[in-house]
């Protein structure tokens, strides 16, 4: 489980994945989303654009992010 701070009001999907280190890159990400690999509070999400908010939790290859 790791905790990630955002600096402004919300974080898109695939760059929340790419600033973990979960995605080496949007298109990596991009394929994660659209295969159902990443879930937005315990909800699959095939939306790379979804905006994520503070206590929003999103989990994908095995890690447990929470967003703070």
């Known amino acids: 489980m790791k ?3 955002i600096k402004d009001e919300y974080i898109k999907l695939g760059q929340l994945l790419k ?3 979960i995605a080496g890159t949007g298109l990596e990400a991009k394929e994660m989303i659209l295969t ?4 937005v509070n315990g909800e699959k999400e095939e939306r790379r ?3 994520i908010y503070p ?3 999103v989990f994908a290859e095995n ?3 929470t967003v703070k």
Do not use: N, P, S
């Open 55 to 57: 206590g929003d939790v």
């Open 49 to 51: 654009g979804r905006k």
């Open 63 to 65: 890690e447990e992010i």
């Open 3 to 5: 905790d990630f701070k």
């Open 36 to 39: 159902g690999e990443v879930r």
């Open 19 to 21: 600033a973990c280190g």
